[in-house]
């Protein structure tokens, strides 16, 4: 359940069945940090107690990348751990304070389309044949741009990004472990429609990740991957975004282009990537 990735780092790893992201936890001599709070109270619970079996007697902080309810409505778990988030972040959360979360409930507000059914499925799927104990919490701490929580012999910098996947998007950086925790920062936007990408959001986003050099980067809905890895990737998504601004949505021009820079044939998930993103520019610059 805990895996341990550097001397200071450990987390537990994402679980896509329930919608569950990484959550991470920094160990510091004088405190540790809880990357995202989980997406119920047993989520928060595996990876709090198994962290506190393996690193007792340390007061713990709980900071958030977003306001997503598969990162936050962990923290209802242990409110001792002072909750730190963004601004943005406490202004997201706290229109759900309160909110009813019975299927009834959920149904009207996918039908009403404050919500979304890809959220209120998996929120079924984690709650299935639980009691739907849920306890929206806001931050204690909040900030504006970036915080630097230091934790004894280890520090945690946190700067928001934001992004189309959720405008509070922040990135935890650990420069004495050497390791960038991305939440979901470069996912897609998900709340309007079907998913897209937006190219010159990406490629702003990609040189704030370029300022926080690291050995191990770390996507919610992943696996914590070397730079090797990411950047291999990020690179060829990158290409693509530019390549999508500079032909201005023409895809057979994109398709080519883009298999010629990368060096290979596309894949089925290269194509639906371009989708995204030339979705992305009509939602973005046509409407
Ligand atoms: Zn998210």
Redesign the pocket.
Known sequence: MMKQLTRRFVYMPADGSVDRPILGAIIGEERTLFLDAGNSLRHAAAFREAVRNEYPARPSLTALT?W?W??SFGAAYDRSSLLVATELTYQALQPLVGLDWSDEALDERVRQGSEIAFCADYIKKEYAGMERDIRVVLPDITFTDTLTLHLGAVSCQIEQIGGV??EDSCIMYTPEEQILFLG?VL?PAIYDGPRYYAARNFLRIVEKIKAYPADWYIESHHRPVTADEFWQDINEYCTLAELVVEFNSNKPAIEREWSKRIGRELADGDREAIDQFLLGERRLYQS
Request: glycine share 12%; net charge negative.
């Open positions: 977003h997503h598969d990162h996947h959720a979901d996912g």
